[in-house]
């Protein structure tokens, strides 16, 4: 079992930064890929970022390619979203996952409950 919790959404004007957190509870943190998704008022859940579990590999949404670094450090059991040059469409909820390398959300196993992230023009 792995538990999730994110933290540093909020307000933030576009052109601004922020970083977001994801604090997992358990010992095997290090033996699953972390994945950013997002989900906008009315639209699915897509894809941002992924952090392989050796760490060889991350992988990012071309909307966010450039902009976004996701890390991760397993002494912490916590990985990041450092998010940059923020844009009005990068509003969203934002949820961290656990599971297996990809892009696909159904194919993650735990889930944070999210934290809201609002970009204004």
């Known amino acids: 079992q792995v538990q999730l919790v994110e933290s540093g959404g909020g307000l933030v004007q576009a052109g601004g930064s922020l970083r977001l957190s994801c604090a997992a509870s358990?010992?095997?943190?290090?033996?699953?890929?972390m994945g950013w998704f997002r989900q906008a008022p009315g639209k699915e859940r897509e894809f941002v970022a992924a952090?392989?579990?050796?760490?060889?590999?991350?992988h990012y949404a071309d909307s966010v390619k450039g902009r976004f670094t996701i890390s991760r450090d397993n002494a912490k059991n916590t990985v990041y979203l450092q998010m940059n040059s923020l844009k009005p469409e990068d509003t969203a909820v934002y949820y961290c996952?656990?599971?297996?390398?990809?892009?696909?959300?159904?194919?993650?196993?735990?889930w944070g409950r999210g934290t809201q992230v609002t970009v204004s023009s």
């Open positions: 996952a656990a599971g297996p390398y990809g892009s696909n959300p159904d194919r993650y196993d735990y």
């Open positions: 358990g010992r095997t943190f290090s033996s699953y890929a």
């Open positions: 952090f392989a579990r050796s760490g060889f590999g991350r």
